[in-house]
C-alpha cells in the first residue's frame, strides 16, 4: 500500500487561495442586501445617557437604526463560551458576558452602542457620525495591578471589587520545599497584550429567507457548529432553520473561535428583523477595538533548586487581565498552570491565580493562549538559576526533564478543562540535544561567540524547550462518502482557517482508501453539510478531526473490501487499494474502481439487503481521553547592534516532536507561522493603552506586525513520540511555534550583553525597552 | 473606515487644476499618489470636500537635468520613477539614496515626490533630503508663480507655505559641489517602517580636506525637518577627524533638537540615537567627499 501519512504534498487549497479563487465571507453578494456600521464608545468607561438616533435615521439611504432599547426582550449577555468552571469550594468566578449592544454603561473602547443598517457602508458610516450620544465618563480600571485597590472604580457595578475569579493550585508542599532549598530565585515577571491581528478581519452575512424561514450566516467563525446552536437557540429557531458556513478564513488564530460577538449576534436578529440580508465587515480600526486580545499577566514567581541545579518546586501568584468581560472564563490562566512547570519533574508546585475586570477589550485566547506566559516564567527562573548555580543553560534543562519512563506523567493539577494534567508520552532529551548540535550550541559557545566578542560583536544564543497542551475534546466528525465518479467526498464541521486541512486530511483519507489527494474534496465549516462537532482551535484539528476522519475512513474502507471480495470473488485479505482501484494483488487485471464499486452500492434496481446500508460511506467520531503533550526546542542566534538597539536574528532553529506527522510540508509552514506571530510577541507586538485605556496603536502602521524582513530561515528538525490517546498518534502543534519565543528572546538578548548583568524579565521587549534596560544597569556600574 | 462624501474633479492641466483650487479654496484638497490622503480620510481625520485629483497632468510628471548639473522634479513624479532614474542617481545620490527607505515598493509605485513634499510629514525622508540639498520649490497659483528655499518651506507639523489655492508644481535641486559627500541614515522598527530618527548630512570639503559646508537635517525628531545648526559650526572650517566628528553628533543631540517621546521611541533614546546617527552619516560623507 502507497504511504500517504507523511508525504510532503504541496497544499492541494493553495492555487484556489493564491489566484483570488476562494470564497471569504466579504466576497458574499446578496441581491437586495444592506450594509451595516456600528458606533463605538470612545471612552473606557463612562454611563450612557441618551442615544439619540433621529437624524441616523433619517439620513437618505439608511433603512434602520438599532440601540439596545430598540431590542427589547431580545436584549441579552452572549452566552459562555466555554463551560464554566466547576463550583468546588475555594473556586471563586464571576461570569459577566458582554453585551449585544451597550444599555446603561459602555465598559471599554470600541464597545457598540448603536448599529446603523444603509444601502451602503459608505451610508451607514456617515449616518453612524449623525447619532448624539451621551456618555458620562467614569473613572477608569486601566490595569490590573490597580483593579483590586479598595477605592477602584467597579467595571461591573454590581460586583464588590473587580475580582473576576480566584483559585489556588497546588501540587506537593511548596513551603516545606522552601525550607529546604539551596537556591531561591523569585522574580517579578511581567507579559503585555497583543492582538491577533489576522490578515481578514472578522465578517458576517446574514440572509433570512421569510418564506422557507431560514437564515443563512456566513461568518468568519472558527466553530460553526456552535455558532449555528446558540443562534438558533437565541433567536428562537429550530438548528435545522439555521445554516452556518465558515467558508474560507484569512487567519484566526483563536479570536474568531465561537465567541458570539455582540455584532455575530446582532446582524443575525437584524436579517430577520428587516427580511434583509445584512453584510457587516469589520474594518481594521475596529478590529482593535472589538476583537479579543490577549496575554497580559503579572506573576510573583519563585523557583527552588538544589546546589546542583534540581528544581524543587515553582510558584507563581498571578494577575490575569479578562478585559472588561469574562466569556471564556479560566482557559487562558489555566493553560499559564499548565505550562509554568515547563517539560520538567516538579515536585512542588504553588499557583495562586486571580483575575481581574479591567475597562480594555476582552481578552480570549490567542494562539499560544497562556502558554507562551507559563513557559516564560518557569525558563526565565530557570535561565536566572542557571547563571547563578553558574550551570550551562542546555545543562540544567537535560537535568530537569521529564524522563523518558515517567510517562504517562500526572502533573496532579487540573488542565483548563478542569481535567487531570497529565502528560501523555515524550522524549525531551534527544529533541534537545537534536536542537543543541543543529545549531552548532557547543561550537558556537566555546569558539565563535568568543571570536565575536573580541571583534565587539553582540552576539547571542539561547535555546529554549517547551510543552504545549494539545488535540483536546470534547470530539469531533467526519462523514466520508465514495461518489459514483470514484472521488471521495469528506465532510467534518471543524471549521479551517488556513492550515491546510484539506490537504491534510485528505492524506488521512488517501492512507485507507488508496486514491489520489486530490481527488479527496473535504467540505469543512458547513453546517448544512455536517453538524456535530466544535471547531478548530486549541491546536486539535490534527488530532481530534482527523482521527474522527481516519475512524471513518477504516469503515469505509471495510465496506469497500466487502463488496469488492463479492464482486471479484476473492478473499478480502487479498484485495489491495491502489490508484483508486480495488485488485486482488498479484492479479492486476482483476480490479473494479472506487467508482464502479460505489456505484454498484447504490444499485438503481433489485433491493438493498437487509441489514446493510446503500453506498461507500460512513461516518465517525474521535475524542480523546485528554489532550496530548507536544513537545519541541527553539534554538536561535542573534546580533544586537549595541548602539541602536537593533536585533538581527542570524540563525533560527526549531525540532517539533509532535508525534506522527501527517505532512512536514504544513508542518513546517505552521512553525514557521508560529515562530513569526512569536517574533512579534517578544520584540514588535504590543498593545499600548494609556491612563484611560485608551488604545494608543490602533493600526498597523503603529502595531507592528513582523513582516517578511524581520522573520528568518527557520531550519526545522522533526522527532516523532507518538501520542497513545489516538489511532494516528498525533499530536498537535497550531501553537507550538508561538510559544517559546519571548522566553527564547530573553535568553538569547542576556546572552549577547555578558557584561551588563542584564535580566530580561518582561515581554513584549522593543529597541526603546532595551535601551532603557541597559541604560538602567549602565547607571548601576 | 470609508470617507464621507466628497466631490471630486479629475483635471489634466495644471491650468484647470488651479482654477479649481481657486474655486473651491480651503474646502479642496490636491490628491496626488494618495498614499497619505486617503488613509487620512478613511480615519476621518481629513474630510475635504473637494479633491482636485492630479493623477491625470501628464505635465507634472518628469525628471529632467537642470543647467549647471542640477535638477528639476515634477510634482507629480512618482518615487518609482526617481528611484530607478539614472539622472537622480548621477546628480542627486543623496535623493538615490533615500527613495528604498520610503515605506514599501507598493507605495512607492504610486506616492509622488511633490504629495510627500505637500504633506510635510515630519518622518518624511524627502523632506529632510530636500533641505540637506537646497531644494527649492516652485509654487504656483492663478495669480502667479512663486519659488521658496525648501528651508523655509516647511512651517510646522503637515503644514508649509502653501495656500490653498496653490499648487507644488516642480522641485528644484542645485548641482552638488566638488568634493562634497552625502549620507542618510535612520533607524525604523521595520525596513518600511516610519523612521524613528533619520539624518542627512551633505558635507563639502575644501582643498585642504576641512569642512567648508555641512548640512545636517534630522527626520521625526520634531515638528518638521530640523537643521543641526550646532552642530555645523562645530565642524566649520575644520578638519572632520573622528573626534570632531563625534563631539558634533554630541552636540546635535544635546543642542540641536527637542525631541519628544512617543510609543516607539522616547526622548531619551531619540536623542541617543541622533547622536549615534549624526556620527555614523557624518563619517560616511566625509568618506564620500574626499573621494
Not at chain 1, 16 to 29: K, P
Not at chain 1, 368 to 395: H, S, T, Y
Not at chain 2, 126 to 132: G, H, T
Not at chain 2, 258 to 278: E, F, N, Q
Amino acid at each position: 500500500m502507497k504511504k500517504s501519512i507523511g508525504e510532503r504534498i504541496k497544499r492541494t487549497e493553495d492555487p484556489r487561495l493564491l489566484t483570488g479563487q476562494a470564497l471569504f465571507v466579504d466576497d458574499v453578494n446578496i441581491p437586495n442586501m444592506l450594509h451595516a456600521a456600528f458606533l463605538r464608545s470612545d471612552y473606557a468607561h463612562a454611563y450612557l445617557r441618551s442615544v439619540d438616533v433621529s437624524e441616523a435615521r433619517a439620513r437618505p439611504g439608511v433603512v434602520a437604526v438599532f440601540t439596545a432599547e430598540d431590542m427589547g426582550d431580545d436584549w441579552q449577555p452572549g452566552p459562555p463560551l466555554v463551560s464554566p468552571p466547576p463550583t468546588v469550594e475555594d473556586i471563586t468566578f464571576y461570569s459577566r458576558r458582554q453585551v449585544p449592544l451597550a444599555k446603561d454603561k459602555v465598559r471599554h473602547v470600541g464597545e457598540p452602542i448603536a448599529v446603523v443598517i444603509a444601502e451602503s457602508r459608505y451610508i451607514a458610516e456617515d449616518a453612524v457620525e449623525d447619532i448624539l450620544v451621551d456618555l458620562d465618563p467614569l473613572e477608569v480600571v486601566s490595569d490590573i495591578e490597580t483593579a483590586l485597590d479598595p477605592n477602584a472604580p467597579l467595571v461591573h457595578d454590581d460586583l464588590d471589587s473587580n475580582l473576576a475569579a480566584h483559585m489556588i493550585q497546588s501540587k506537593g508542599d511548596y513551603q516545606a520545599a522552601k525550607a529546604t532549598a539551596e537556591v531561591v530565585i523569585s522574580r517579578k515577571i511581567e507579559i503585555d497584550r497583543g492582538a491577533a491581528a489576522a490578515m481578514e478581519n472578522r465578517g458576517i452575512v446574514a440572509d433570512w429567507d421569510s418564506k422557507s424561514q431560514h437564515l443563512t450566516v456566513w461568518d468568519t467563525t472558527q466553530a460553526p457548529i456552535p455558532i449555528r446552536n446558540g443562534l438558533a437557540a437565541r433567536l428562537g429557531l429550530s438548528e435545522s432553520q439555521v445554516r452556518v458556513i465558515a467558508p474560507f478564513i484569512g487567519g484566526a488564530f483563536g479570536p474568531k473561535m465561537m465567541m458570539f460577538y455582540p455584532e455575530e449576534m446582532r446582524i443575525p436578529w437584524i436579517s430577520i428583523q428587516l427580511g434583509r440580508a445584512i453584510k457587516w465587515i469589520e474594518d481594521r480600526r475596529e478590529n482593535f477595538y472589538a476583537t479579543t486580545q490577549e496575554r497580559r499577566q503579572v506573576h510573583e514567581a519563585e523557583m527552588l533548586l538544589t546546589r546542583e541545579g534540581k528544581i524543587l518546586g515553582v510558584s507563581h501568584t498571578f494577575l490575569h487581565d479578562s478585559g472588561a468581560y469574562d466569556p471564556y472564563g479560566l482557559t487562558i490562566p489555566l493553560n499559564t498552570e499548565s505550562h509554568a512547570m515547563g517539560a520538567y519533574a516538579v515536585p512542588n508546585y504553588f499557583s495562586d491565580l486571580t483575575v481581574v475586570f479591567t475597562n480594555k477589550i476582552l481578552t480570549t485566547p490567542i494562539r499560544g493562549a497562556g502558554r507562551p506566559q507559563g513557559i516564560f516564567v518557569v525558563e526565565r527562573l530557570l535561565d536566572l538559576a542557571a547563571k547563578e548555580l553558574e550551570m550551562d543553560p542546555v545543562e540544567i534543562r537535560k537535568l530537569n526533564f521529564i524522563p523518558p519512563d515517567a510517562f504517562p506523567y500526572e502533573q496532579q493539577i487540573i488542565d483548563q478543562a478542569f481535567s487531570p494534567l497529565i502528560f501523555d508520552s515524550g522524549d525531551y532529551q534527544p529533541v534537545m540535544e537534536k536542537a543543541a548540535g543543529m545549531i552548532g550550541y557547543d561550537q558556537f559557545v566555546k569558539e565563535e561567540q568568543p571570536r565575536l566578542r573580541a571583534e565587539d560583536k553582540h552576539v547571542g544564543i539561547g535555546i529554549v524547550p517547551f510543552v504545549e497542551t494539545t488535540g483536546v475534546g470534547p470530539y469531533e466528525g467526519a462523514r466520508i462518502t465514495i461518489e459514483a465518479s470514484g472521488k471521495i467526498n469528506v465532510a467534518t464541521g471543524v471549521g479551517t482557517q488556513g492550515q491546510g486541512h484539506f490537504t491534510a486530511f485528505a492524506q488521512v483519507v488517501a492512507e485507507q482508501l488508496g486514491v489520489d489527494v486530490k481527488d479527496v474534496n473535504l467540505v469543512t465549516g458547513d453546517t448544512a453539510q455536517f453538524h456535530w462537532g466544535t471547531g478548530t482551535f486549541a491546536s486539535r484539528g490534527a488530532v481530534v478531526a482527523a482521527n474522527a476522519i481516519h475512524a471513518s475512513a477504516l469503515i469505509v474502507r471495510e465496506k469497500v473490501l466487502k463488496l469488492a471480495s463479492k464482486l471479484l470473488e476473492a478473499p478480502e485479505e487479498e484485495l489491495e487499494l491502489e490508484d483508486g482501484y480495488v485488485r486482488v494483488a498479484d492479479i492486476p487485471h482483476l480490479s473494479i474502481s472506487l467508482g464502479d464499486l460505489a456505484a454498484e452500492a447504490n444499485p438503481l434496481r433489485g433491493a438493498v439487503e437487509p441489514g446493510t446500508e446503500p453506498g461507500l460511506e460512513a461516518t465517525a467520531y474521535f475524542g480523546p481521553k485528554y489532550g496530548a503533550i507536544a513537545f519541541g526546542v527553539h534554538a536561535m542566534i542573534i546580533e544586537v547592534d549595541p548602539e541602536t538597539m537593533m536585533v538581527e536574528i542570524k540563525r533560527y532553529v526549531v525540532v517539533e516532536d509532535c508525534g506522527t506527522v501527517i505532512n512536514p510540508l504544513i508542518l513546517e509552514g505552521q512553525i514557521h507561522g508560529g515562530v513569526a506571530m512569536g517574533i512579534g510577541n517578544a520584540y514588535y507586538e504590543q498593545l499600548i493603552y494609556d491612563e484611560n485605556a485608551q488604545l494608543l496603536n490602533a493600526s498597523l502602521a503603529d502595531y507592528l506586525i513582523p513582516t517578511a524582513n524581520e522573520v528568518p530561515r527557520i531550519e526545522i528538525g522533526h522527532f516523532e513520540t507518538r501520542s497513545p490517546l489516538n489511532p494516528l498518534g498525533t499530536k498537535g502543534v497550531g501553537e507550538a511555534g508561538t510559544i517559546p519565543v519571548p522566553a527564547l528572546f530573553a535568553q538569547a538578548i542576556e546572552n549577547a550583553f555578558p557584561d551588563h548583568d542584564l535580566e530580561i524579565l518582561e515581554m513584549p521587549l522593543s529597541p526603546n525597552r532595551l535601551f532603557e534596560l541597559l541604560q538602567e544597569k549602565e547607571s548601576e556600574k | 473606515m470609508k470617507p464621507p462624501p466628497f466631490e471630486y474633479y479629475n483635471p489634466t492641466t495644471v491650468d484647470e487644476a488651479l482654477s479649481l483650487l481657486a474655486e473651491h479654496g480651503y474646502d479642496a484638497k490636491p490628491l496626488a499618489g494618495g498614499q497619505s490622503l486617503i488613509p487620512i480620510m478613511n480615519f476621518r481625520l481629513a474630510q475635504p470636500a473637494v479633491l482636485v485629483d492630479l493623477n491625470n497632468i501628464s505635465e507634472l510628471s518628469y525628471i529632467q537635468p537642470d543647467e549647471g548639473g542640477g535638477l528639476r522634479l515634477g510634482a507629480m513624479t512618482r518615487h518609482h520613477q526617481v528611484e530607478h532614474d539614472p539622472l537622480i542617481a548621477e546628480r542627486a545620490p543623496l535623493i538615490f539614496e533615500a527613495m528604498p527607505m520610503i515605506a514599501t515598493s507598493q507605495i512607492r509605485s504610486r506616492g509622488t515626490f511633490g504629495g510627500s513634499i505637500a504633506h510635510a510629514d515630519p518622518s518624511a525622508e524627502l523632506v529632510a533630503v530636500s533641505v540637506a540639498l537646497g531644494g527649492r520649490f516652485r509654487l504656483r497659483s492663478q495669480s502667479g508663480e512663486r519659488e521658496a528655499a525648501a528651508s523655509e518651506f516647511f512651517l510646522g507639523m503637515f503644514a508649509t507655505l502653501l495656500e490653498p489655492q496653490e499648487l507644488l508644481v516642480e522641485a528644484t535641486f542645485p548641482a552638488m559641489p566638488a568634493r562634497t559627500g552625502w549620507a542618510l541614515m535612520e533607524v525604523a522598527r521595520r525596513p518600511h517602517d516610519f523612521a524613528l530618527v533619520g539624518v542627512a548630512a551633505v558635507l563639502s570639503l575644501d582643498d585642504q580636506d576641512r569642512c567648508q559646508d555641512t548640512r545636517i537635517v534630522f527626520l521625526s525628531v520634531g515638528d518638521g525637518p530640523v537643521t543641526a545648526h550646532h552642530a555645523a559650526e562645530v565642524l566649520r572650517g575644520q578638519a572632520p577627524t573622528p573626534e570632531l566628528m563625534r563631539a558634533a553628533a554630541e552636540t546635535a543631540a544635546a543642542d540641536d533638537i527637542d525631541p519628544s517621546s512617543d510609543i516607539h521611541a522616547s526622548a531619551a533614546y531619540r536623542r541617543h540615537l541622533v547622536k549615534v546617527l549624526t556620527r555614523q552619516a557624518l563619517e560616511l560623507a566625509f568618506e564620500r567627499a574626499k573621494l
